[in-house]
Each structure stands twice: as structure tokens, then as C-alpha cells.
């Protein structure tokens, strides 16, 4: 295993858990306790963890994964729920995306959609996430709008108020939010309470809203609110999610996809 892929796999577990011990962290990984000894040092120098007496624990309870960790995360169910996206877009429409790894998997369909592989503009997109805005900007078929602000390491997002006096400027058609939490009775969140913001204007500038969550982030909280159930008109999921938690979002009124 390389190193990279060990750092993923490490942090993924430190996201769920809380704490890793050295061993037991070797025995999951399948190498040496000096291996990850050595993984938890360099990791603690970038301040991805906190090193403790025979292993590790999290910054705390609203420690977010950086982006750049989170994209082999349940990359399957990701990718299908990002087609399903894709399909609720319709040519010439104006789009919103917000930044995370299932927005992005977002963007990559809509790039490779046929019927949207020309056009004046074939969609226009506006986003505040950089990394979207380069996988993006090089289709010319495509309109890409960014927004101003200042750039939140974790996420790539761009956030404060250069970025809300753009998105006040302008009307979307949809609207598709990445989210850390979407629950009926709190709603839509981030860890982040300026990322938040940005999102939640997002969301108020376009006709509709699509929330775009693999099933781990049903039924959860977090900690900064982006919009309210009620106000998100689709939810597309993965086929894991508990009927239960669908059946209360679609009691909500929401149209929820599963796939």
C-alpha cells in the first residue's frame, strides 16, 4: 500500500472512530507498527491529527476531512448518484454547484453528457469551488461563472462576502448541494458556517434544489445549517439509504432518488 493511500485510509478511520492506536491501526493497514508510528508523525506535522501516547485521536468533534482525502470515499455510490444529477439537468440551464467530492463527480457527468457536448452555451455554470471551476473550464461549450471570495483550504470553496455579492447578482435554474449531514428535521449542513453561508445563497438564487447525499449523511446533524428540508425540492441518494429516513424525507415533500 502506498503512502497516500495509507493517509486516506488512516484519516477515514480517524473520522470514524475518534481514536486509532499504533497497532491497531497496523494490524487493519497490514504493516508495521514503526510504519504507521512514522504516517502518524507526518500527519500530525501537517495538523491533520493529534498525536497522542500510542496513537492518535482528531483535532475534535467538528474535525472535516480535507477534500483531497475524502475522494475515495464511497466513490461507487458517488459516481451513481452524480449520473442520476446529471440526468435532472436540462440543456441551457443555468447551474449551481456547490464544492465537495459529490459535486465533482457531479460535474464530471454533466461534462461527458452528449446532448451537452455543444451549444451557446450548453449550460452555465456557476460554482464556488476552484476545483470544479478547472475540471470544468475546459469544455467551451460550457459557461463557467466563479464566484469571488477567499478560498477554504478543505474544500477548495471560495467564501465570504466577495463571493455572496456575486451570487446576489445573478438566477439559477438548479441548484445541487454537496452536504455533510442532511437531516428532516435540521436540514441541509457543512462543518463550516461561512461555507454554509455561501451554499445556503446558492440555494435561495435558484428555482429548484437538489440535494445530492450518498446514504451516510442521512438522518445526521452538523454543525452549520445550510437551508431547511422543506425548501430542497430533490434528494438523490445510493440505494443503502433507510427506508425509514426516505420515507420521512418524502413525507416532507421531497422527491428522493435512489440509486
Known sequence: MSRDARWKTLLELLVERGRLDVEE???ELEVSAATIRRDFDQLAEQQMLVRTRGGAVVHG??????????TARRASEKQRIATAVARLVVPGEAVGLTGGTTTTEVARALAVRADLSSGSPALTVV????????????????KIVVTGGVARAQSYELIGPLADGVLGQITLDVAVVGVVAFDVAH?????????????????????????????SKLGRRAFARICAAETVHTLVTDSAADADTVRRFEEAGLTVLTV
Open 61 to 70: 468533534v467538528s474535525y472535516e476531512l480535507p477534500l483531497r482525502y475524502k
Open 127 to 142: 460554482t464556488n469551488a476552484l476545483n470544479i471551476a478547472n475540471e470544468l473550464a475546459v469544455r467551451p461549450q460550457f
Open 187 to 215: 436540514g441541509a449542513a457543512a462543518h463550516d458556517e461561512a461555507e454554509a453561508a455561501v451554499n445556503r445563497l446558492l440555494c435561495e438564487r435558484a428555482e429548484r434544489v437538489v440535494v445530492a447525499a450518498d446514504s
Open 25 to 27: 491501526a497496523a494490524t
